[in-house]
């Protein structure tokens, strides 16, 4: 990141929401597999109350670091802070901890098949909480309408749910336990331009009603323009940049520029920027 660009973030109230608190703190991770370095000694902060868009060419390894923000995925070098706890540090109990206060939606949505969407929400319960399962249910239900899902929902099967619904579906149980902070891996992918833009607003919602901080893995540029407080542009094995759109308009990687200032993205801005009749014409 360039010099005049970690001196914005520092100094502008709009670029760090809620007086600039970090939640989520990356420095210096190298992750590879075999003699594939993936990302390099890379730096990245996620504030509280924001919604992070994270984006890059596919197969720069957006969902690695996720992966290994998570846990997932081991890291060579270098220190992941959640919510102020050193991850790789920490106690069993103090990850367990952060592992409750965390909610994550996976590409695709990643229901289990054999079960309902009620037990599906139910599964982070069981695994980290004793609670009654009439206390479970009414917990799930309440998660289901919060997503905007039909009550009926409930009992159906992934298989007989549509791609959006699927989407909600598995964000209801990305909020089973009220985390803090949410991570979304291509939320948008496979929806129609309606469906997406509804869900979009729906984690709008959800950010500014639950106090949530997001953490968007995307390549939808409707999102990056409409929800996300800032975004943070993978490349070269690193943040590239990070900062609000002006930020991504004033940077001179080519690959920033063609993403952000290319014909599609041209396209979005004339759509939020005009009347609908006037788009039309």
């Known amino acids: 990141m360039g010099a005049g660009l970690e001196e914005a973030v520092e100094g502008s109230g709009k670029d760090k929401p809620n007086g600039g608190q970090v939640v989520l703190s990356v420095r210096d991770v190298t992750v590879g597999f075999g003699d594939q370095v993936v990302l390099d000694r890379l730096n990245l902060d996620v504030y509280r109350g924001e919604i992070l868009g994270f984006v890059g060419a596919s197969g720069t390894g957006k969902s690695v670091l996720m992966r290994t923000v998570l846990g997932l995925l081991p890291h060579r070098s270098g220190v992941i802070e959640i919510l102020g706890i050193d991850y790789d540090n920490a106690s069993e109990e103090e990850r ?18 054999a079960l309902t969407v009620k037990e599906n929400i139910q599964l982070p319960m069981r695994e980290y909480l004793d609670l009654p399962q009439s206390l479970m249910d009414e917990l799930a239900y309440l998660k289901i309408e919060m997503v905007g899902l039909p009550p009926d929902a409930a009992n159906k099967y992934p298989s007989e749910l549509s791609g959006g619904m699927i989407k909600r ?3 209801a149980r990305a909020l089973a336990l009220d985390p803090d902070l949410v991570f979304l ?12 833009a509804d869900f979009d607003a729906l984690i709008a919602k959800l950010r500014d009603t639950l106090g949530l901080t997001v953490y968007m893995v ?6 990056l323009f409409s929800v996300c407080d800032r975004i943070a542009v993978l490349g070269q094995k690193r943040v590239l940049v990070e900062g609000t759109l002006e930020d991504m308009f ?8 063609s993403y952000f200032r290319g014909k599609r993205a041209r396209s979005v801005v004339i759509q939020e920027k005009q009347p609908a009749a006037e788009v039309e014409k």
């Open 169 to 171: 579906a598995a964000l």
């Open 185 to 196: 891996d291509e939320p948008t992918s496979g929806l129609d331009p309606i469906g997406a």
């Open 96 to 113: 367990m901890q952060v592992d409750m206060r965390l909610g994550v939606l996976f590409q695709h949505g990643a229901l289990f098949s």
């Open 250 to 257: 004033a940077h001179d990687d080519p690959w920033v520029q």
């Open 218 to 223: 995307t390549h939808d540029l409707d999102s």
